[in-house]
């Protein structure tokens, strides 16, 4: 029962087969080779290749196997039609198309053809020609050598960028740490005022009369930030500190004095410092410029002391040809006090050639600033050298008065006309750094070439520049032997990034730099 159970069904699946062979005459063969050969004419759709215009190859061997296929084309129908299942014709209701004979086929419409990457021979013929660079070709032509040469060139550069960079980031990360330490370290600390208790009446110094204050008006003939200094009153004493056991001589270069010749904070600094140090035994003496735009009656005691020469410097042309002539200036040199501090002026004894400090304000003059206060620096020095004073320290402020440093260790001290002193600089504010080309420093009677180095003064920023110039501050913070700032905030911010391009020289210097908290009278003012 099973085997002839197989072998009914195995007669069942040979019966569509020979019932096609049967089927498979003559006429349907002819016929169905005929529309083999229509398929294989029509290009068939294909992908859309990209290929390079350098590939020729690549193409031809493609045109020779696609004329392959058409050949074997007429093979493949014939063994369809005779391989095709009865069921297919059954299901068919429509009756199959006449024959027709090979040689009498008529041609077909072709089909229309598929788009493709490839461009033709004719129609590269008719097109017009388009224009390419190496690196963007025209459409469908791809990248060409060329062009993926100018690619793997940016590549390199931007990778290159890309690792300058990243040693920038270390490098930046390196200056931080080490700016954290120092920043952390017991130098610099941010103090914190102690908290006042509540006010009671007995605190007040005198009760209140509001009367007598002369309170500013918009309708004033003279604004009331143009009027002299109010002086102290003599009922308030200021705070005595503990007097020193080792007093010390000061001497203090500065171009601001408060309340006299005060722009900014610059001089009540100056002010306060000295008046300070004065109250607790040391020999305090500020040396200032003696502006025109001063009073001689707001100064007590002033007194002309002498005339004395200062070298002095300039640069001259002719024909073409730049040469350095110097020459001595005569200064007139002025003492008295201002606020109860003792002060030096010093200014040129003549205005016939000289409008040095000439103007009806403080850097208010038709005077050039940074020639002035690079005479006003050696005037210092040598006043220093001709009274024989030899102080203990020399506390130079700002970028105005920075050449004293570097005249000091570079002239004086080598010299041997001081011996005694040590320089120290405050920086007030890292904004202006007293810019400087080599031939201006002639102003004080010596040549700035030996300053504009990198290890001394140069600004590391006009490298490469015409002319490169020098910054008087860095100068100052390299030749001090310590240097402070307003606050030991400040000194964080400056290390941090915040002093611009002398945060390096800082970084380099921070064995001798921190930050000091201005600090305030609290008698004088006492706003009870």
Not at 166 to 175: E, F, G, P, R, T
Not at 194 to 218: F, M, N
Not at 255 to 268: C, F, I, T
Not at 270 to 278: D, E, F, I, N, P
Request: hydrophobic share 40%; glycine share 6%.
């Amino acid at each position: 029962m099973h085997a002839s159970s197989l072998a009914q069904r195995r007669a069942t699946m040979a019966a569509p087969s020979a019932a096609a062979a049967a089927r498979a005459t003559p006429a349907r063969l002819a016929a169905g080779a005929a529309s083999a050969r229509v398929a294989a004419s029509r290009p068939a759709p294909a992908p859309t290749i990209f290929l390079r215009r350098g590939d020729a190859l690549v193409v031809a061997a493609k045109k020779k196997k696609k004329a392959k296929s058409a050949e074997s084309a007429v093979e493949t129908a014939v063994a369809d039609v005779v391989d095709e299942p009865v069921a297919a014709e059954v299901a068919e209701e429509s009756p199959p198309p006449p024959p027709v004979a090979a040689e009498e086929e008529a041609p077909l419409p072709a089909a229309p053809a598929a788009p493709v990457a490839l461009e033709t021979e004719e129609s590269e013929a008719t097109k017009p020609p388009k224009t390419s660079s190496s690196l963007y070709p025209p459409e469908g032509g791809g990248i060409t050598a060329d062009g993926l040469d100018d690619l793997q060139a940016q590549l390199a550069a931007l990778m290159s960028e890309n690792n300058a960079l990243l040693n920038k980031i270390d490098v930046v990360s390196a200056d931080k740490a080490d700016a954290e330490a120092v920043i952390a370290s017991p130098g610099i600390t941010i103090p914190t005022a102690p908290k006042r208790g509540p006010i009671g009446p007995d605190d007040l110094l005198t009760p209140p009369d509001v009367t007598s204050v002369e309170w500013p008006s918009p309708n004033d003939a003279t604004p009331f930030y143009k009027r002299p200094p109010v002086r102290m009153p003599e009922l308030i004493d200021p705070h005595v500190p503990p007097r020193t056991e080792q007093p010390l001589h000061v001497v203090h270069v500065t171009a601001e004095m408060a309340p006299l010749a005060k722009v900014g904070g610059l001089g009540d600094v100056v002010t306060g410092l000295a008046r300070a140090h004065s109250l607790a035994g040391h020999n305090v003496e500020v040396v200032l410029p003696f502006y025109s735009s001063l009073a001689p009656s707001d100064i007590e005691n002033l007194t002309h002391v002498m005339d004395f020469g200062v070298p002095k410097g300039r640069e001259k042309e002719w024909d073409g040809v730049k040469t350095m002539e110097n020459f001595t200036v005569q200064t007139a040199m002025y003492t008295g006090k201002i606020d109860g501090c003792d002060v030096i002026l010093l200014k040129p004894a003549s205005t016939e050639n000289s409008n040095i400090f000439v103007g009806n304000k403080i850097y208010g003059g038709s005077y050039n600033e940074l020639e002035a206060y690079l005479y006003f620096c050696r005037a210092s020095l040598e006043m220093l050298r001709a009274t024989g004073r030899d102080p203990n320290v020399i506390h130079v402020h700002e970028w105005q008065c920075s050449a004293v440093a570097m005249l000091y260790w570079d002239v004086y001290h080598a010299e041997g006309m001081l011996h005694n002193a040590k320089v120290m600089l405050t920086i007030h504010n890292m904004d202006n750094t007293g810019e400087c080309r080599q031939e201006e420093f002639i102003a004080t009677g010596v040549q700035g070439e030996s300053f504009n180095t990198l290890e001394k003064a140069m600004d590391e920023r006009t490298i490469g520049h015409n002319p490169e110039r020098m910054c008087l501050l860095k100068g100052a913070i390299v030749y001090s032997n310590f240097v402070t700032t307003v606050s030991p905030t400040y000194a964080a911010d400056a290390l941090r990034g915040g002093g611009g391009f002398l945060a390096k020289t800082l970084m380099a210097s921070r064995g001798k730099f921190m930050g000091v908290l201005n600090g305030v009278d609290e008698k004088l003012w006492d706003a009870r």
